[in-house]
């Protein structure tokens, strides 16, 4: 029964909208998204670049280059350097700041497995 007061009916509603439960569901629109998630992980970036097409790989990089500093390195140093000073190092991990591509491309096989299987349901 819902509630009278529409703080706690919008909760429920939100609750139900945002279970852990609605992940059964979600499993049987995408099968097999978790194992190919864990499989992808597992892969190389040599790997998975071999996987990916052009579009894929096009995808991968312009996302990780859009959040890692246009893909520079250095660029990102630069960056630490003006935010923590010149013993930046000391402060923070580099790998906390530039991500391994690695991660977008599996992001982006898993977006078209999710396209593939959206396509053979119509």
């Known amino acids: 029964m819902t509630s009278p007061e529409v703080s706690n009916r919008e909760q429920a509603q939100n609750q139900e909208q945002f279970s852990v439960s609605n992940r059964a569901t979600h499993d049987e629109q995408y099968?097999?998204?978790?194992?190919?998630?864990?499989?992808?992980?597992?892969?190389s970036i040599l790997e998975l670049e071999g996987l990916c097409t052009l579009q894929e790989m096009l995808l991968?990089?312009?996302?990780?280059?859009?959040?890692?500093?246009?893909?520079?390195?250095?660029?990102?140093?630069?960056?630490?350097?003006?935010?923590?000073?010149?013993?930046?190092?000391?402060?923070?991990k580099f790998k906390d700041h530039f991500v391994s591509i690695k991660r977008y491309y599996v992001w982006s096989l898993l977006i078209s497995h999710r396209q593939q299987w959206n396509q053979r349901e119509k």
């Open 31 to 43: 099968p097999y998204l978790s194992d190919i998630s864990q499989l992808l992980h597992r892969l």
């Open 60 to 92: 991968a990089k312009s996302f990780w280059e859009a959040t890692n500093y246009g893909g520079s390195p250095e660029k990102c140093k630069k960056r630490l350097t003006e935010l923590y000073g010149e013993d930046w190092d000391e402060h923070v």
